[in-house]
């Protein structure tokens, strides 16, 4: 059975940090890219980064650079995401969500139909 499980939300003031985890099992983890996910309330789910697998090249949606950070643990089968200066606008439900190998493109990896599987959310809530 394949799982993604993201944890790690919680509230946090402007300025702070927090880090989700993504712990998965039941699939080739090594092989697959896992992206990062958010839902804002009234919004669409949007892609905001991503991990490759491999070499483990990461990308971040241009509101997020150089605040949230990525790293994955193959041994563990985990993605991690460091959010650090948080702002009230990154309030959401964030996702986790896996892609096999080929199937996604500089220019679909922020677009949710390439993933196959997906986690559950957690709730990151940012206070002004």
């Known amino acids: 059975e394949v799982q993604l499980q993201a944890s790690g939300g919680g509230l946090v003031q402007t300025g702070g940090s927090l880090r989700l985890s993504c712990a998965t099992s039941?699939?080739?983890?090594?092989?697959?890219?896992i992206g990062w996910f958010r839902q804002a309330p009234g919004k669409e789910r949007e892609g905001v980064s991503l991990i490759s697998s491999g070499d483990g090249g990461s990308y971040y949606e241009e509101s997020v650079k150089g605040r949230f950070t990525l790293s994955r643990d193959d041994a563990k089968n985990t993605v991690y995401l460091q959010m650090n200066s948080l702002k009230p606008e990154d309030t959401a439900v964030y996702y986790c969500?896996?892609?096999?190998?080929?199937?996604?493109?500089?220019?679909?990896?922020?677009?949710?139909?390439?993933?196959?599987?997906w986690g559950q959310g957690t709730l990151v809530t940012v206070s002004s």
């Open positions: 039941g699939f080739a983890f090594d092989d697959y890219a």
């Open positions: 969500a896996a892609v096999p190998p080929g199937h996604i493109t500089i220019h679909t990896m922020f677009t949710q139909s390439p993933y196959l599987y």
